[in-house]
């Protein structure tokens, strides 16, 4: 994968987080506030003010997550976002994240 086919990846990535979790805000589910700064999506749960980080490494053509439960990385598969460690998809252990730091079910896809 070339440089910008990766760029543009991560961006439709970042933007694909950051609206189901607004939506999810928008229904009240969650209680979240999301702003972004180039690469970098911070998802903010007001109720405990915890966060959670996703960013685009190109260099390394993966996603990085920082959350309470750790920090990771993915790499593309195919479709997915794949967990270079476990193999656990992006969006499945994003919503197991979200899930744990907002204290209500999250489920983004």
């Given at each position: 994968?070339?440089?910008?086919?990766?760029?543009?990846?991560a961006?439709?990535?970042?933007?694909?987080?950051?609206?189901?979790?607004?939506?999810?805000?928008d229904?009240?589910?969650?209680?979240?506030?999301?702003?972004?700064?180039?690469?970098?999506?911070?998802?903010?749960?007001?109720d405990?003010?915890?966060?959670?980080?996703?960013?685009?490494?190109?260099?390394?053509?993966?996603?990085?997550?920082?959350?309470?439960?750790?920090?990771?990385?993915?790499?593309?598969?195919?479709?997915?976002?794949?967990?270079?460690?476990d193999?656990?998809?992006?969006?499945?252990?994003?919503?197991?994240?979200?899930?744990?730091?907002?204290?209500?079910?999250?489920?983004?896809?």
């Amino acid at each position: 994968m070339s440089e910008s086919e990766f760029l543009a990846l991560a961006e439709a990535t970042l933007n694909q987080i950051e609206a189901a979790l607004d939506r999810l805000n928008d229904e009240d589910v969650l209680d979240v506030e999301c702003s972004r700064s180039g690469n970098v999506l911070e998802i903010e749960f007001i109720d405990n003010g915890t966060k959670i980080i996703v960013n685009s490494q190109a260099p390394m053509r993966e996603m990085w997550v920082a959350a309470r439960s750790g920090g990771f990385h993915y790499k593309r598969d195919g479709d997915e976002w794949v967990n270079t460690r476990d193999g656990s998809e992006l969006f499945a252990a994003l919503s197991s994240m979200a899930s744990e730091q907002a204290g209500a079910t999250v489920v983004l896809k």
